[in-house]
């Protein structure tokens, strides 16, 4: 391990977040280049060697985070408190915003034929959607987009990472399981409920 990847890892474990590329390259006198390099090594070291933790690249952040596999029990030493799996239809909202986005919830209700305002808000709080300001038409309604959170949940860099959108009429509920674009771990993928509460679970 170089002396630049001993300190984004230290960096990275003290910060207990996710930090900007520019943030971190300032912070340790290198260059953009050179500390993306560096957290390349990382993350290939971590995964080489199976470590309990990983390095996530969320957009143009990095994170370091404790494996998907072991979510189960870091949740038991922090006691932390087990959410229900989100339903069917927090499912379909969850994948509207996800490859719509930004969106209005008008036009979410439009796509799946119901009132998904209680969903909506329950993605909100959840901290999976957020919103993202206003549309400029009449009315002015609130647009929706996914978070960091979203990200850190199935465990992807960007919304470039989702899988492929099969061809959808206008009219068609949108069905699609984002479970498989959370990480496997070595018996069988989490549910998602598992994923919102501790996989990743954050360092700090």
């Given amino acids: 391990m170089t002396e630049l990847e001993a300190g984004l890892e230290a960096v990275l474990f003290a910060a207990g977040d996710a930090v900007p ?10 260059s953009r280049g050179a500390l993306l390099e560096a957290a390349a090594a990382l993350e290939n070291l971590y995964d080489f060697e199976n470590r309990g ?66 969903t909506v808000a329950n993605l909100v709080e959840k901290g999976l959607i957020m919103e993202a300001g206003r549309m400029d038409v009449p009315g002015r309604p609130i647009l929706y987009r996914t978070t ?27 069905q699609l399981d984002l479970e498989d674009a959370a990480p496997e ?11 919102i509460s501790g996989a990743p679970e954050e360092m700090g």
């Avoid at 919830?105 to 009132?115: C, E, P, S």
């Avoid at 771990?185 to 998602?192: D, F, L, T, Y």
């Fill in 21 to 30: 590329v520019d943030r971190l390259a300032a912070a340790l006198e290198t």
């Fill in 53 to 118: 933790i990983m390095l996530l690249r969320l957009e143009d952040k990095l994170q370091l985070c404790s494996r998907p596999l072991y979510a189960e029990a870091a949740r038991r030493v922090t006691e932390s408190r087990r959410p229900p799996s989100l339903s069917p239809a927090a499912l379909e909202v969850l994948t509207i915003v996800a490859y719509r986005q930004p969106v209005t919830r008008a036009f979410i209700d439009q796509l799946r034929g119901v009132d998904s305002g209680g």
């Fill in 148 to 174: 960091e959170l979203f990200l850190r949940t199935f465990a992807i860099s960007s919304l470039s990472d989702l899988p492929a959108l099969p061809s959808l009429e206008e009219n068609e509920q949108m």
């Fill in 185 to 195: 771990p070595a018996e069988k993928q989490m549910e998602i409920g598992d994923a």
